[in-house]
């Protein structure tokens, strides 16, 4: 066998990359390059990470970040994706660049790679490639979707506890002040987000501002549950990806005192109505397979069950 010849990645080689990857996904999970590109522009230049390919256009391709050093802090993690063409799978390219991830976080002084993926197949070649290499199955998120072309919200509406009401932050005015208390609000309900891997660390506010900045945030899909003080206690953060009428709810939660009185679900259907109002036909989410909770809510909902998104993770 030829042994495969490796190249530090180019901007150029990202449409090359999409088309590949996108050719093994369902239509409402594909990417683009203008996506790709838009995270970029947000990494902090403190992150570290490495990207190479295989082939002139690629045909293979492997982008691994030091997890200490991006915003959201895994501290001795390193986190990659590995991807190749199917019709150049089994010529031993995953395996080469895998040999480069595992020299990069050795040299990072990482003591765990770690990557995450959509469950697309049955049998799914990244499972047993993995697992061939000694990773296991850490967390798993169970991945829903609803058409809000067929979606009645009538039957599932409820008068909220006294007390409280339902305003966006446009309502409320999308200032620094008022981001900065969704970002207090969001850690709140952050913390009892559950995980059987390691939690990453919170980000500064100035990085997770990041995500209330692009053209997938509106103000208008920041649904907020505030008490007869002006307190926010809960909050459903809607997302829209561009130029398409898909959208995806980010996080959905309610401060500990508020939980069990049909607060999430109240939430849940105001994003619903703003996702619908804004020409969305689909909508995305996922949940921890322990969050019990707010699974059922989404069954309640309608939501149908999509590819599951799992962790696997090795100890180098």
Same mark, same amino acid.
Request: charged share 25%; net charge negative.
């Given at each position: /066998?030829?042994?495969?010849?490796?190249?530090?990645?180019?901007?150029?080689?990202?449409?090359?990359?999409?088309?590949?990857?996108?050719?093994?996904?369902?239509?409402?999970?594909?990417?683009?390059?203008?996506?790709?590109?838009?995270?970029?522009?947000?990494?902090?230049?403190?992150?570290?990470?490495?990207?190479?390919?295989?082939?002139?256009?690629?045909?293979?391709?492997?982008?691994?970040?030091?997890?200490?050093?991006?915003?959201?802090?895994?501290?001795?993690?390193?986190?990659?994706?590995? +991807?190749?063409?199917?019709?150049?799978?089994?010529?031993?390219?995953?395996?080469?660049?895998?040999?480069?991830?595992?020299? $990069?976080?050795?040299?990072?002084?990482?003591?765990?790679?770690?990557?995450? $993926?959509?469950?697309?197949?049955?049998?799914?070649?990244?499972?047993?490639?993995?697992?061939?290499?000694?990773?296991? &199955?850490?967390?798993?998120?169970? +991945?829903?979707?609803?058409?809000?072309?067929?979606?009645?919200?009538?039957?599932?509406?409820?008068?909220?506890?006294?007390?409280?009401?339902?305003?966006?932050?446009?309502?409320?005015?999308?200032?620094?002040?008022?981001?900065?208390?969704?970002?207090?609000?969001?850690?709140?309900?952050?913390?009892?987000?559950?995980?059987?891997?390691?939690?990453?660390?919170?980000?500064?506010?100035?990085?997770?501002?990041? /995500?209330?900045?692009?053209?997938? $945030?509106?103000?208008?899909?920041?649904?907020?549950? &505030?008490?007869?003080?002006?307190?926010?206690?809960? /909050?459903?953060?809607?997302?829209?990806?561009?130029?398409?009428?898909?959208?995806?709810?980010?996080?959905?939660?309610?401060?500990?005192?508020?939980?069990?009185?049909?607060?999430?679900?109240?939430?849940?259907?105001?994003?619903?109505?703003?996702?619908?109002?804004?020409?969305?036909?689909?909508?995305?989410?996922?949940?921890?397979?322990?969050?019990?909770? /707010?699974?059922?809510?989404?069954?309640?909902?309608?939501?149908?069950?999509?590819?599951?998104?799992?962790?696997?993770?090795?100890?180098?």
């Amino acid at each position: /066998m030829t042994t495969p010849q490796i190249r530090p990645f180019r901007p150029e080689d990202r449409a090359a990359i999409i088309e590949f990857q996108n050719r093994d996904r369902p239509p409402h999970l594909q990417e683009t390059v203008a996506e790709w590109e838009r995270l970029d522009a947000r990494q902090s230049a403190e992150n570290v990470f490495l990207r190479l390919c295989i082939g002139d256009p690629a045909v293979a391709f492997l982008g691994i970040r030091d997890l200490n050093t991006t915003a959201y802090r895994i501290p001795g993690t390193c986190g990659f994706t590995l +991807s190749v063409a199917l019709e150049h799978r089994r010529q031993g390219f995953g395996g080469a660049l895998y040999e480069k991830a595992v020299a $990069f976080a050795r040299d990072r002084g990482a003591a765990r790679l770690r990557s995450h $993926f959509r469950l697309l197949h049955s049998i799914e070649p990244a499972v047993q490639f993995l697992e061939s290499r000694g990773f296991v &199955e850490t967390d798993r998120e169970l +991945s829903v979707l609803l058409d809000l072309t067929t979606f009645d919200p009538a039957p599932y509406a409820r008068p909220l506890p006294d007390g409280l009401r339902l305003r966006s932050l446009a309502d409320a005015g999308d200032t620094e002040e008022n981001r900065r208390k969704v970002y207090v609000l969001d850690g709140l309900i952050h913390r009892d987000v559950p995980t059987h891997d390691t939690l990453p660390e919170r980000p500064p506010f100035e990085e997770w501002n990041k /995500m209330l900045s692009g053209p997938e $945030f509106d103000a208008n899909a920041v649904v907020l549950a &505030e008490n007869a003080d002006g307190d926010w206690v809960g /909050m459903s953060i809607m997302e829209f990806q561009e130029h398409s009428t898909i959208g995806w709810t980010d996080i959905t939660g309610v401060a500990r005192e508020y939980r069990g009185q049909g607060v999430a679900l109240a939430l849940k259907l105001k994003a619903l109505e703003v996702a619908k109002a804004q020409g969305c036909t689909l909508i995305l989410t996922e949940n921890h397979e322990d969050n019990a909770p /707010m699974r059922a809510i989404n069954k309640k909902l309608g939501f149908t069950p999509d590819a599951p998104g799992v962790t696997y993770v090795k100890t180098i």
